[in-house]
């Protein structure tokens, strides 16, 4: 048997690794159809109940309510299944007893990371997709309605998820499988406080502040700004950015720390049992 | 007691090498100052009853566990500093891990040989489907596959990146006596043609007896002995290697 392989620290090597996460994610992705269904299943529910209300508001003759939610649907879908569908791959990798196998190849924790991060965005593009083509479907609401800034606030919005889901799965790592119902939960945390539905004027003052924290907060209350006829808030947008590369900053400490962690404790080997 | 003999392999280059190796769990002492070496070419064994320290040592060696006091250097690199590319010419297999139910075994072993850098994955994917002759299941998805087939894939896996460093936590536990003697024969093979180290643990005396160049005997945390099957019955004044195992995990 013959074998050639990229120098192991080389580009084209580590570009072979993510890529051979990616490639696995996908073809589980599609050797289980219910992974499908579930995509679209829950967006599609929850676009399906805020679109009658918003009907139902929009007998009232509300239209700029009516657009803000079914917008707010949209791009909360989009922190939400960012954040989940990271935290999956590792949880998929758990309960396959596969976590040890891709801890002893030459895999580092950043590729592991880039490779679950590549492919939750093929899902989340997806999964938008299918919702944005529902939503003008169903209750004539097109997202492209809030234009270019549709890419910042996806943007800000993917990078966020991305934070959480490895703040998650440091959780696990530090704390056990009995901790992954932060993986499916964590992201919760900050809808009631980042004004995904209504303005941040509506919560207490302190919590406000705390809100202002919040990277999503900035993009849904520059969404609704930009559907009420303002030009897209950039100074919002750089500040969640700014917020965006902090979260990520601890995300990334908070895994490092729980790796180093789990490997002087042993508690990576358990995952093996 | 404490009855450690001279390196096998005097002559050969150490592929692996680990000093003075010690993890604590606690109050409980795991693994105490074991110290070990695996040459070019060699076929090691570490056996000893549950709670040896087996599966501690093995997962420190391979990164797992971060040992509290000592050092491992692989083929001369220090395993802490030098990860990727040491990682890189190692693997491992054991009877307890699993790998993705929904892919086909062709798709486990692609996305394997990309971890690893190959080039040409599809190829070595084919050459060692042959080697374990687990062509007829690469279409077969793992969930679907026995456990001594899914015991097969697990070792192409690991024989993707030809190591130079092969370890095993009871390779063969899941194999009935014909795919056991099999495997045992192709690993042999493997570990001559390829010149690598390997480092097996096993619970089947007759198994390390037949494969295992030299024998590391670990109770306690500890490496009590070190030798041939042969020089371990010696050692211990009984007929052979089963003995020795049962004279140890009774004591």
Known sequence: MTTTAFPPLSAAARRRRIGGVVRRDLAALRRSPIRIFEIVFWPTVELVVWGFVTV????????????????????????HRASNEVSMGFLEDI?????LNMHVTPLTAAEYLSGLVVFSLTKVVFSVAVMGTLAYVLYGFGILTVGVA?????????????????????????????????????VFVFQPIAGVFYPVSVLPSGLQVVAWFVPATHVFQGMRDVLGGAAIPWDRMAAAAALDVVYVALALGLYTVTLRHARAKGRLSRFGE | MRRVRAPAHPGRVAILQADLLAKRFGPVTAVDEVSLTVAEGEIAGLLGPNGAGKSTTLHMLLGLVTPDSGRIRIFGLDLERHRTEVLNQVNFSASYLGLPGVLQVREVLDAFARLYGL????????????????????????IDLSSGQQTRVQLAKALLNRPKLLILDEPTAALDPDAGDRIRNLLVGVAREWGGAMLITSHNMREVER??????????????????????????DVADLEEVFLKVARQ
């Open chain 2, 119 to 142: 080039r040409r994955p599809a190829v070595t994917v084919a050459e060692v489907a042959e080697l374990l002759e687990i062509g007829p299941l690469l279409r077969r998805k793992v």
């Open chain 1, 56 to 79: 139902y508001l929009r007998a009232g003759d509300v239209p700029f309510i009516v657009s803000a939610l079914l917008g707010a649907v949209l791009l909360w879908q989009i922190l």
């Open chain 1, 150 to 186: 549709l890419v910042p606030f996806m943007a800000v919005l993917l990078v966020l998820g991305w934070a959480l889901a490895i703040a998650a799965i440091s959780c696990v790592l530090r704390f056990g499988e009995g901790a992954q119902v932060i993986a499916w939960s964590l």
């Open chain 1, 95 to 99: 309960w396959s007893r596969n976590l």
């Open chain 2, 211 to 236: 494969m295992c160049d030299r024998i590391h005997f670990m109770s306690g945390g500890r490496i009590i002995a070190t030798g041939t099957a042969a020089e371990l019955a010696d050692l211990f």
